[in-house]
Nanobody, 121 residues
Framework: QVQLVESGGGLVQPGGSLRLSCVAS????????MGWFRQAPGSQRESVAIITSSGSTTYADSVKGRFTLSRDNAKKLVYLQMDTLKPEDTAVYYCKAGIRRSYFVTTTPYWGQGTQVTVSS
């Protein structure tokens, strides 16, 4: 079993900050990538930021310069620091990880349950 547990969502005013955390647990051989997606009401789920096992990070254009993704490989944990938040950042944020459960299997995507981020005055 593999589990991704997210924390850190909530309500914040425009211009404020939040930090999301996601930790992976269970039968894990390696984690190829970890990151965050988000889905606003009536919209498709979109990629926010992804970091690979080598530390290469990709951000959506809409969050570049405002969001910072970091990873603790030893703890199987990823953080998303979100600064200068805007109302359009309001969404459910989902953690995603590409995980190999053993040397002999390919990478499988896993999702967390989601955490709500609301940016409003």
């Amino acid at each position: 079993q593999v589990q991704l547990v997210e924390s850190g969502g909530g309500l914040v005013q425009p211009g404020g900050s939040l930090r999301l955390s996601c930790v992976a647990s269970g039968s894990i051989f390696s984690i190829d990538y970890m990151g965050w997606f988000r889905q606003a009401p009536g919209s498709q789920r979109e990629s926010v930021a992804i970091i690979t096992s080598s530390g290469s990070t990709t951000y959506a254009d809409s969050v570049k310069g405002r969001f910072t993704l970091s990873r603790d490989n030893a703890k199987k944990l990823v953080y998303l620091q979100m600064d200068t938040l805007k109302p359009e950042d309001t969404a459910v944020y989902y953690c995603k990880a590409g995980i190999r459960r053993s040397y002999f299997v390919t990478t499988t995507p896993y999702w967390g349950q989601g955490t709500q981020v609301t940016v409003s005055s």
